[in-house]
């Protein structure tokens, strides 16, 4: 079972639909990334956040550290929305190197 | 200070040639992370330096790969004898680690290798 787990792996919807992506995570963190990435592109960080719910624009991140759950999600999606969403915890001891979710594939259809 | 800056954005190599890659962090961060991430697949932790010490190699980095990082600002990323399997993003990113926490994690925008 890998350590960092998101939910889907591909989502396709229509412009303007409520998007929802989660990520579910075994370790032990001090925080969590939601990084944005478009094809053939780097990586973007969306938010870090170790507690409740970020928002910027139409992002918001929640985290339950509790559960050990996060979601994030995106309000009247847009096809520009469409890239890989990425989930990512960096490890409490030592580095503090960032352990990847595999990614969630949005396709936002105009 | 425009983020971390990562050079070239892309390179195309022979199988055995050498390559190195630029990154450019942001100026107050003292924390350096290389990422290799092959398509498809989510990043994967090569190595991190702490101002100029290297301080942890993921035993993806062969004996082919050296990073260094010599005034504890900017990291250079050199691969020697490439092969294919080398072909991939290879991504740069920083942060100001302070009082055990990490602040204002940055991603550059990667350096594509291909290796033909």
């Known amino acids: 079972k890998n350590e960092v787990e998101q939910s889907p792996q591909n989502l396709t919807a229509q412009e303007g639909e409520f998007i929802t992506i989660n990520c579910s995570y075994s370790v032990g963190i001090s925080a969590l990334h939601w990084l944005q990435q478009h094809p053939g592109g780097g990586i973007v960080s969306l938010f870090m956040?170790?507690?409740g719910k970020k928002k910027h624009g139409r992002l918001i991140a929640t985290i339950n550290i509790q559960e050990k759950h996060s979601s994030l999600h995106i309000t009247a999606s847009h096809p520009r929305d469409s890239a890989v969403y990425i989930c990512a915890v960096p490890r409490i001891q030592g580095a503090q190197k960032l352990v990847f979710g595999q990614g969630t594939r949005l396709t936002i259809n105009p | 200070d425009t983020g971390v800056s990562q050079d070239p954005r892309h390179k195309i190599t022979k199988r055995g040639q050498n390559v190195t890659f630029r990154c450019d962090p942001i100026?107050?961060?003292?924390?350096l992370y290389w990422y290799r991430q092959t398509l498809g697949q989510g990043p994967e932790f090569l190595t991190y330096f702490q101002n100029e010490a290297q301080l942890e190699k993921s035993r993806l980095l062969s004996d082919r790969f050296s990073a260094e990082r010599p005034k504890g600002s900017f990291s250079t990323l050199e691969i020697q004898r490439t092969e294919q399997g080398d072909s991939a993003m290879y991504l740069c990113?920083?942060?100001?680690?302070?009082?055990?926490?990490?602040?204002?994690?940055?991603f550059g925008s990667g350096t594509r290798l291909t290796v033909v």
């Open positions: 990113a920083s942060s100001f680690r302070r009082s055990g926490l990490n602040y204002g994690y940055t």
């Open positions: 956040l170790s507690s």
């Open positions: 100026s107050e961060h003292n924390r």
